[in-house]
């Protein structure tokens, strides 16, 4: 009962921590976009984060769990409305004592809104609130809980299994929550199109810079911060061996993957570029987090230094592609989720040749279900509804169309 | 002792977050007002944090805690100067091993300022900073603490029974914290008068835009992670079934809550209002923190989903009453307040009409002290030093007048 | 094993909130320095925290702890690159069982940047982003462990006795951690000169106003937060009758802090300085960090007061000297550090005469080994490199000649 307390006081500190990420996201994104759109991407960041939770908590959690606990949870196997604790739920019989089935809950709640954020980054600035709404409803509650019972539920994924290859393996999602959300940020950002000026008439991509530079590298340290819960927590126990060197594996691939982007972008662009720095933290973040617990310290300085260089690289490609992502989301969480997912097969305690083509398989079956369902859905919202703001209301911004409401409205400046 | 230890950390770490609910108050406040008042406002928020500390330390807890632990503590009984821990106060037979004794003072001690914070936003931009400090000196170290005790200090309100009723509950303070400030808020509100233009020469309500939105929005969100600890600490343990239990309720009020009040106002007013949704949130918070160990996630939802129905009427009721509130904090604090303690006679383990009749009753009785309490200093405070600031002063700004300094002095608008 | 979980909960949770004071830091430094500069000092602190993690990871956890666990850590003695833990670093024995090597290296690593970024706001909106990375690299990698190693690491002044004294004190760091910091900014302040237009010509100081106090006053909250892990931390263990008392000495002291300076920067200037009140909290938080488990309440309240007063005592003399410190690290950090350092000799369960002499000469060693090291670095890159960017570039902005970017590009007000 006591290593009980203990685990489940970590995992709640660790909930509370992937909580807190989204005013990371929030500010992220914010900071990154213009002026006109701010109260949008707030409205929409906000929003995910209630429906998220109340989506999990009506079926997600129940879906991505499906056959947890003997039989107790069946696909959307509902106590009543909503949800409703096994027996032993709250003893250490449960899930080895490493916390409670309430716990249980809110951590993986507090993960599936994060593949919509991931969406959000991309869209903004010209997609229509209503349609990312029902898109997030239906991504959260159906398509991220889907995948994540694949191999976090047991799933095929966690049995897929090629020569010494024991099942894939995704310590903490750069590839179930992570690329998850880069997938449907990439459909998403070539159903929608690029946003008007972006790319000039011969194709040259534009700047268009964000309003507050600092709320986003804000954003991107509270991003840090709620990884230690978002590892820390996937050890899914206070284990110390685990939780502590996940977090050394975190905290030194962040590091080094700043280090990495700050490099390669002075290198190549001769000045120092704030944000390459700030996505190459994030890089480094995603990339860690499919083997964090599997790395040496070597290993994960290794793989950050690695993701900080995709970034920089990833961010010019995307730029060519003329897909118009304004906060670099599908650098940091599909390319670098990719590049975490299939570095576990090079590095770390289970690298090896079958072990890297279990993880380039999942990655191929978990990106080919997540584009077909984003298309469905995206496809038939812009067929029906419509996904994209009128051209005024793009120019005009979509806080005044949207939200009657401007972000600063009393700002003024200093007279003196 | 083990288990000491482990609650011990829990409890720190519910008082760390609680601690940083006053950052979430300051952002909320600063940014739902006008700019000319941001600094006056982050000296008060400032103040109260050490003077709610420092007026706990003096005499606050001791008067909270009278007869706790066989009469160690008396009635504003020192030792010496400050407070002292009785000798068990650092073994397990402490408070049945929840915690020590000074985790217990600072986890409390965090708890005192939120009262006075809850005023500060609704007296904002034109209280005179002189009369707000003193109020607050003498309800945080006074008023908070009486009410306090008649409660949690083991007093007449934990025994008050009706029938099958055994006692007022109030789990981490609907009544006892946010209704305490509400109703201080309330008589602040009358006295002081509306803000210069709130309501036009036919009593008409006016916007009058804060100037910082994504601020208010980033305050919010740390309000809710700060409820981690406010409610995750009032079990007093780390106790893993109640600690994991009142986060699920928590975090689904909040949720319900946020979708209650968005879809209420979205239907009334026909747009997507961002400052609803984040005071539904709120609403949501208040309201399951008098229950929030009592309740079921789906009783936890629909006191949340009420709550933010009770918002966005209670904003339009206060607006009405011709009451100016820049923030919001009566119909948040005071009604969902009221709400969540009444909700504990409707749903939830302890509900039946009796216990209805008695949460009722308490609110009466703690409405009607701190109203008459909350009467007595400020309306002494007006016929004496005056509470509000001159006409020049107010259209100015409190910031040039009383501080001489603006709260973005060298801000500049890019040149480009 | 329970125990060693629930320490290392504990320490890993303090870990997180000293990684978190870096925003603190960030907060503050950008929201008291000029808009144009704002890019450069977040460039600044975000290369901090990674290259203080990475030299921290190359060499500075070994050069810091040398002896420590039988000879298995040498002075840069590598396990191939980087770091390795020991047989038994994950096990009770390790340590006395207060947290894992893993966790160990964290802890101390977040402290290590620390000291540059102390620097950092000294040397503001003047010093060249080349020199001052260099300069970083070297003190974090090499000063700051050297000077650790000497107390932490069971070094000399561990156990410079004088008298009844036996060895210097510095719980959490006053002058292991702050007064390394001041020193050095001390030195680069002097060094680089002060801003242009910060002295008229007839020598008063001017006022060079920030651009965004509210983002200063979130940082200092921030930085309050964090001190609960920065102290907290420093128990070393979870132990709840040491950890508990070390976070009320720890916030009564920055309360009172705040206070102190409030009252009399209010007496001396007849207003209500908010700046001179947020950096009363940082000073006591300093003030208390040498002692603080070893202070009764009453005395963490006298130190917090005392430096408090210091503060606004200190600020002043720093003006008078002409030293220029936009962000008043000097005072915080350095004077409040000695003075915390000395309040050992005079206050609580080690004080006595014997103790202040072992006290003093320690600041002292500490001090001159700082002044050394830091000249050298800082007049070798004055000599070679250089380390004052043009008086075009400062006039300017750093941001538009370094990073090519405005910190709030897209901001505009608004137009109704």
Redesign the interface.
């Known amino acids: ?10 995992m ?2 660790c ?3 992937v ?2 990420m ?2 990371g996201f ?2 992220l994104e ?1 900071g990154l976009t ?3 759109n ?2 949008n991407i ?2 929409k960041n ?2 995910i ?3 998220g ?2 989506m999990y ?1 009506i079926g997600g959690f129940n879906l991505m769990y499906p056959g947890f606990e003997d039989g107790d949870f069946g696909f959307l196997k509902f106590a ?5 604790a096994p027996e032993n739920g ?1 003893t250490p019989e449960y899930a080895d004592g490493g ?5 249980d ?2 951590f993986q ?1 507090m993960f599936a809104a994060t593949a919509a954020t991931i969406v959000s980054g991309a869209v903004a600035e010209r997609i229509k ?1 209503g349609a990312f709404m029902i898109f997030t409803v239906i991504y959260v509650g159906l398509v991220y809980p889907i995948v994540g019972s694949w191999q976090w539920g047991s799933g095929f994924l966690s049995s897929l299994s090629i020569g010494e290859a024991e099942g894939f393996y995704d310590f903490a999602g750069s590839t179930l929550v992570h690329s998850v959300g880069g997938w449907a940020a990439l459909i998403a950002v070539a159903l929608l199109g690029s946003r008007i000026g972006k790319f000039s008439s011969d194709g040259k991509p534009q700047a ?8 986003a ?2 954003g ?3 991003l ?2 709620g990884w ?1 819960g978002f590892n ?1 927590g996937s050890v899914l126990s ?4 685990g ?3 996940v ?2 594996t975190t ?2 691939a ?3 993957g ?2 990495g982007a ?1 490099v390669l972008s002075t290198i190549l662009y001769k ?5 390459m ?2 996505n190459g ?1 994030l890089g480094g973040l995603v990339g860690i987090t499919a083997g964090a617990d599997l790395m ?3 290993e994960a ?1 290794i793989i950050g230094l690695l993701a900080g260089i995709i970034i920089v690289l990833g961010v010019a490609l995307i730029d060519k592609l003329k897909l118009d992502d304004p906060v670099g989301a599908i650098a940091v969480h599909l390319i670098c989720g990719i590049w975490g997912t299939l570095a576990v097969g090079i590095f770390g305690s289970k690298a090896g040749f079958d072990q890297f083509l279990v993880q380039g398989l999942s990655v191929l079956i978990v990106g080919g279900f997540c584009v077909t369902t984003a298309f469905i859905i995206i496809f038939a919202l812009k067929k029906t509804i419509g996904i994209r703001v009128s051209e005024k209301e793009e120019i005009d911004g979509l806080d005044s169309h ?13 007279q ?1």
Chains 1, 2, 3 share one sequence.
């Not at 009543?80 to 409703?84: H, K, L, P, Q, T």
């Open positions: 009962m006591e290593l009980l307390t203990t685990n489940n006081v970590w709640m500190l909930t509370a921590l909580f807190f989204h005013l929030s500010f914010i213009r002026q006109k701010t109260i707030l409205f906000v929003f984060i209630c429906v939770l109340l908590y009543g409305f909503g949800i409703a709250m916390y409670t089935w309430w716990t809950f809110l709640g609130l268009l810079p964000g309003h507050n530079i600092p709320v590298a804000a991107v340290l509270i840090w911060l230690f820390g206070a284990d110390p061996a939780t502590s060197l977090l050394v905290c030194l962040a590091a080094a700043g280090i700050f000045n120092y570029d704030l944000t720095f700030l933290i040496s310290p070597n300085v949207e939200h009657g409401m401007d972000a600063y409205p009393d700002f003024r400046l200093n003196h």
